[in-house]
Antibody
Framework: EVQLVESGGGLIMPGGSLRLSCAAS????????MSWVRQAPGKGLEWVGR??????????DYAAPVKGRFTISRDDSKNTLYLQMNSLKTEDTAIYYC?????????????WGQGTLVTVSS | DIVMTQSPDSLAVSLGERATINCRSS????????????LAWYQQKPRQPPKLLIY???TRESGVPDRFSGSGSGTDFTLTISSLQADDVAVYYC?????????FGQGTMVAVK
């Protein structure tokens, strides 16, 4: 069974940094494309960015609002995905979901974690 | 960026009746080389993460009841719930995976009338 478990969320002041983690199990993480998707309170879904497996270059892509501030990385030895968030803004307040990116079904977000809440506020 | 626009924003349907949600993309998400539409539908119930319902515009995810169906091609798509059940109360999102950035519709809230 595929499981994705996010952690690391919390309350942080504007301008601060936070690192989220996503522990993956139930599939071959090393070969998986992975994404982060966020959802502001009471709002819709917004793709944050993705990372390819090392076999596909291990490169990353980001949405414009977070490019240059957020960094996605992975530790395949720990089956863990990370989201390093710097220079946080109030508009980054959201639930952050870790997702598989086309594990089985095209490049859809086919499996989701339960999410971790990040609140950026003074 | 490909803009995804859903209609309506919300709808209320009687139990057992049909619910129809539309999704329009600002450019075609049909990849001509494989004739596939890079369009997915997700269901999000309160306090839960989204769940993949349909991909390639019309292929139901394993375990999804057959009252859910997807149709359309190019820029215009539809999610239909043929006979609404109480368990279907949720927000539904369309999403394109044709290009980066991946983009979602704004969501359609489905309620029981």
């Amino acid at each position: 069974e595929v499981q994705l478990v996010e952690s690391g969320g919390g309350l942080i002041m504007p301008g601060g940094s936070l690192r989220l983690s996503c522990a993956a199990s139930g599939f071959t993480f090393t070969n998986a494309w992975m994404s982060w998707v966020r959802q502001a309170p009471g709002k819709g879904l917004e793709w944050v960015g993705r990372i390819k497996p090392k076999t596909d270059g291990g490169t990353t892509d980001y949405a414009a609002p977070v490019k240059g501030r957020f960094t996605i990385s992975r530790d395949d030895s720990k089956n863990t995905l990370y989201l390093q968030m710097n220079s946080l803004k109030t508009e980054d307040t959201a639930i952050y979901y870790c997702t598989t990116d086309g594990l089985i079904r095209g490049h859809t977000f086919d499996y989701w974690g339960q999410g971790t809440l990040v609140t950026v506020s003074s | 960026d490909i803009v995804m626009t859903q209609s309506p924003d919300s709808l209320a349907v009687s139990l057992g009746e049909r619910a129809t949600i539309n999704c329009r993309s600002s450019q075609s998400v049909l990849y001509r080389s494989n004739n596939r539409n890079y369009l997915a539908w997700y269901q999000q119930k309160p306090r839960q993460p989204p769940k993949l319902l349909i991909y390639w515009a019309s292929t139901r995810e394993s375990g999804v009841p057959d009252r859910f169906s997807g149709s359309g091609s190019g820029t215009d798509f539809t999610l239909t719930i043929s006979s609404l059940q109480a368990d279907d109360v949720a927000v539904y999102y369309c999403q394109q995976y044709y290009d980066l950035p991946r983009t979602f519709g704004q969501g359609t809230m489905v309620a029981v009338k």
